[in-house]
């Protein structure tokens, strides 16, 4: 009873709440529809575009406010003054570990944190739209953002962002979900083409937005620099309009990368609403003059007014007053977070965790370890509230009983400097364990260049050969933003990724060295033998301003998977200080529909002495199917923490889209009936159970049989057999002649398969033009259950 009076409760306040907000909606809305009716047309292209760096316009005199932009993503950049570029001079805030370290958790819930306490960093400084998160797809391991972007992953980079949004937007301001799409290439950014087909942009480039503008609504996205299928991302009405408004229902507003529009008419008439930052008065003037002269109708300039003052006013009536900025909380939070990013990559003979136990002596070394790289070059770069060392939190937090020494071993002035080995190398020989800190320094890896190889700088891979050679207990620890190749893999016990953590990345890593926390990151990202087997080796960085993604839908796994190539270490790969056990794989039925989907669940374990955290992967691959498919292909994931000796089940649902293609044909995502693998995996190339089942599809997706398609399709379908019997009787009997048999095969095998056009020059004019006509206006509007 009292449960059904709180029930009630709850849903009249629920009906309340919404009927609260409709009203504000309604009374906002008329508000600006007011506003529209009295702005000037000056005035409404003044709005369409920055008002300077990072703010958009204000009109004083109908009290429209200006509110802040502000990059993003892994911390705030936030310049002292909007008219201020902000490089060196920015705010201080608190630098997290960036996007690729943060998709190596795996982890929403943790990510969705991530983004609360950056959205309350943005109130703290009055910013109300952070310029991230950037979920591009890493399609090259060369590309010099990867460190900014999630995964090679559409599902995970798309849930990555979507929790991020979600989080960063819970604190009342907004994100700009960039960059509005294919943009993979440093090189020539402002104006290469991103060349791909159709159905690799819907299945692996715009899925990730596709998923975080659904499931989270960015208050903006940001459109691209780059040209995709032609067509400059800031002025496609297909990308910005179709796809991203109608077929997503995107409510925000559109914002041009900085300096990205070329054209702005053609951008403003593709759905592109503000144009950053205040690039000249050129393009206002010309927009000014295209409203005048009937090129530019101002409907569509209102329309895209009014969505840009919803924006305004909603982060207006958001905006906190007194919010301060929580140093040491945010910094203690950024060193958690590391600690769950860092992934284990090597870990012979149990190497780590480090203990007074098991080593008397510890040694440090690399520069790294006393001047931490921690974030990437660029746009993104924050300045760090705080910035901690290992050399420091080791000896202060976990110098007790163990003796500490340090070697510099490399200098980061100068990649070819191998002077300080020696020195390195006689402190390494001496201790019980020694950690090397290395990897890529920060000129490696920054927008708007892209890298030429995927080595580290030749000092530190001699460095750790040659400690390798003196003591066996070596543990690399690298600091990069993506992947590096290993050439001293073999020669070393222990090999910890840490990606660039932050300001507090010191913290978290000495507690994984240490065994504080057991590590759990997983590679949101192929680490390949060589960059010769890279995906994309033919086709990066493009040429001549055009960019081919020869590799199609092959990206990143589902390339090596396809082409057999064993990688360094494969995407959802890591290690943890216990061992897991995956048993009890459940299906919900071996036979259902794209309707009613699958529920899987899997039993995880843990079976060994301390708590860990597993990533459990599911897996889908298409037996047999019309198009080309990966071998199979990531669809949903979740990170569970288990004690030692305890189970937990974990289910997930699985949908049409799970199991669909996108046909670019029919542009349509389809689920063909037929086989399935659906599989529990700890990686890509670890899969730990299976099931197969049988899905039966029920949709009806349109046939589209013309003149072109050949007699034989027409023939194998039950439907236009029927119709070709009606036009073709005699010619049908006809190819059945008399006489041998493999004869009559083969003559009807090179008959059939011709387009149905040829067919009245083929049957000797038995067919007619005006029949061939007639039967594929016949077959047009068929329908079929794929
Ligand atoms: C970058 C964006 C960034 C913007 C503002 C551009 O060059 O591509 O990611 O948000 O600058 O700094």
New binding site residues.
Partial sequence: MKKTILISFLVLFAMNLNAQTSKEDALLESKINKLVSDLTIQEKIALCSGRD??STMPIERLNIPWIW?S???HGL?RAPATNKP?YGDQLLATCFPTASALAATWDVDLVYKVGQTLGNEAQAQGVSVL??P?VNIKRSVLGG?NF?YFSEDPILSGEMGAAYINGVQSQGVGT?L??FTA?NVETM?MYNNSNLDNRTLHEIYLTPFEIAVKKAQPWTV?A??NRVQEVYGTQSPYLLTEILKKDWGFKGIVVS????VIDRVAAMKAGMHLE??KVSPVNNAIAVEAVKNGELDIAVVDALVKEILTVVFKAKALQKEGVELNVEKDHAFARKVTSEVATLLKNENDVLPISKDKYKKVAIIGEFAAAPRYQGN???QVRPTKLDNILDIVKNEYGKGIEITYAQGYNLADDNDVSLISEAKKVAAEADVVLVFSGLPLQYES??IDRTHINMPPSHNKLISEISAVQKNTVVVLTNGSAVTMPWLNNVSGVLETWLGGQAGAGGIADVLFGKVNPSGKLAETFPMRLEDTPAFFNFPGEQGDVLYGERIFVGYRYYDERKIEPLFPFGYGLSYTSFEYSNLKVSSKNTTDEDGLTVSVTVKNTGKVTGKEVVQIYVSDVKSTLQRPEKELKKFVKIELAPGEAKEVSFELERRDFSYYDAKRNMWIAESGEYVVAAAASSRDIKLSETINLQSTQQVPLMFDEYTFFLEYWNNKQTREILLEYMPNWIRGIVTEGDEAEIREYQGFMVEHPIIKYPYITHGEITHKQVKELVEKCKGLTYTP
């Fill in positions: 760096d990072w932009l990059d993003g993503p950049r902000g310029l991230g950037g953002r900014e700009s960039k960059h943009n950014r940001m691209c620099y990368d900085w300096f990205a950053m930052p660029g746009s993104s927008e708007g």
